[in-house]
Nanobody, 124 residues
C-alpha cells in the first residue's frame, strides 16, 4: 500500500492550492484520512481530518480557509487551501488508516500509513 501526495508548490499570500493524496496497492478499505504539516525543527501537526463517513475536523488556524474532502471510489483525499498565509508554509503529509486483506486468513487488517510530503511555500 502506498500513499501518493501531489499538488504542492509556490504561491503568493492570499492564493490557493489543492493537495491530493491517493492510496494504491492492496487496498480493501480506506478509513480515516488526514493532512499534517511540518516545518523544520518542529513537530508534525494535524491540519485536518476526515472520517470514512465524511466527518471533518480542522485545526483552528485553518478553519474557514481550508477544506478537506475525499473521493471514496478513488481512495483519494483532497485539501483545498484558500487565502494562504506565510505561516502555512510547510511540508504537508497525508495520513490514512487503510485495511488490506491478509491472504492467509482472508480477513482485513488495518494499518496507518504516511505519504511522502509535498512542499507548500507561501510567499509575500
Amino acid at each position: 500500500v502506498q500513499l501518493q501526495a501531489s499538488g504542492g508548490g509556490l504561491v503568493q499570500a492570499g492564493g490557493s492550492l489543492r493537495l491530493s493524496c491517493t492510496a494504491s496497492g492492496s487496498v480493501f478499505e480506506v478509513n480515516d484520512m488526514a493532512w499534517y504539516r511540518q516545518v523544520p525543527g518542529k513537530q508534525r501537526d494535524l491540519v485536518a481530518s476526515i472520517s470514512g463517513g465524511g466527518t471533518t475536523n480542522y485545526v483552528e488556524s485553518v478553519k474557514g480557509r481550508f477544506t478537506i474532502s475525499r473521493n471514496n471510489a478513488m481512495n483519494t483525499v483532497y485539501l483545498q487551501m484558500n487565502s494562504l498565509k506565510l505561516e502555512d508554509t510547510a511540508v504537508y503529509y497525508c495520513n490514512a488508516d487503510i485495511s488490506s486483506i491478509v491472504p492467509r486468513t482472508g480477513k482485513p487488517v488495518s494499518r496507518n500509513y504516511w505519504g511522502r510530503g509535498t512542499q507548500v511555500t507561501v510567499s509575500s
